[in-house]
């Protein structure tokens, strides 16, 4: 049998070979189909890009209806293409190469800014914000630790919720996935990852991370002293045992009855 070959970015040019300007961005009622700009680089492919704007909404510096208003995409284009899985998959929809561009010119930016500095600021900087970071987080993650939480206690939040909260967690503190998985106890990495990608309330529910990370969130909440929210009041009245730990991949058995 022959070896199936890494899927290639996508293209730069739409299906039917005509071009669009690097300017043009797609308007609003643009839907599936979009042709990449003739000259942007192709650094990113879709996988990569669904990550990136994940992580980048969940830092909260824009809303996703903000977001969308600067990349000229609609909400349905948005909702298709972070559905999609495979690094080619969803190369002709315009939020691809919208967000595309959006995470070039950031990065740019950022290289833009960085370099105005003197090597010694910029070293300098780099030490004192790794520190203060750093100390942060241990101060943050010992006093997590000291909230005493039984490891048996009923689930209350869905897998989509953990999955959200997680990597809301990440960015606003900066921290890596493997010192993240470290401190909930040790978590596989690549349990992490088939977790991680799932979407649905009870998809992954089987998986490690997510009574870990559960877990650990919880112990966040209450240290926080934040109030719960109306779904999760919701959970524990409707669902006082909490979520079963047992994946749900969608499928059912339906029996007909006798006509």
Not at 17 to 43: C, I, L, Q, T, W
Not at 61 to 69: G, I, R, S, V, W
Not at 138 to 155: C, G, K, M, Q
């Amino acid at each position: 049998m022959a070896q199936q070959t890494p899927a290639p970015l996508p293209t730069t040019r739409h299906p039917s070979g005509n071009k669009r300007k690097a300017d043009e961005v797609p308007s609003e009622d643009y839907d599936e189909e979009s042709e990449g700009d003739e000259d942007m680089e192709v650094k990113w492919n879709c996988d990569q890009i669904r990550k990136m704007i994940k992580m980048f909404l969940a830092t909260k510096e824009m809303t996703q209806t903000a977001f969308l208003k600067l990349m000229g995409c609609n909400s349905n284009s948005y909702g298709r293409f972070m559905k999609l899985k495979g690094g080619d998959s969803g190369g002709q929809n315009g939020v691809y190469w919208a967000a595309h561009k959006f995470f070039l010119n950031r990065e740019a930016e950022m290289k833009r800014k960085s370099t105005a500095k003197t090597p010694a600021q910029k070293k300098r900087k780099a030490d004192e914000s790794a520190a203060a970071k750093k100390g942060q987080s241990e101060e943050l993650f010992a006093a997590v630790e000291r909230i005493n939480l039984d490891e048996s206690a009923p689930i209350y939040d869905d897998c989509d919720d953990v999955r959200k909260k997680s990597l809301e967690f990440m960015a606003t503190h900066d921290i890596s996935t493997a010192e993240f998985l470290r401190r909930i106890g040790n978590v596989n990495s690549k349990s992490w990852r088939d977790f991680v990608v799932m979407k649905g309330e009870r998809k992954g529910a089987s998986n490690s991370s997510y009574v870990k990370a559960y877990h650990f969130l919880e112990k966040l909440r209450i240290h926080k002293g934040e109030e719960k929210s109306a779904k999760r009041m919701r959970a524990e009245k409707e669902k006082p045992e909490g979520f079963p730990l047992k994946h749900d991949n969608g499928m059912h058995w339906v029996i007909a009855g006798d006509k």
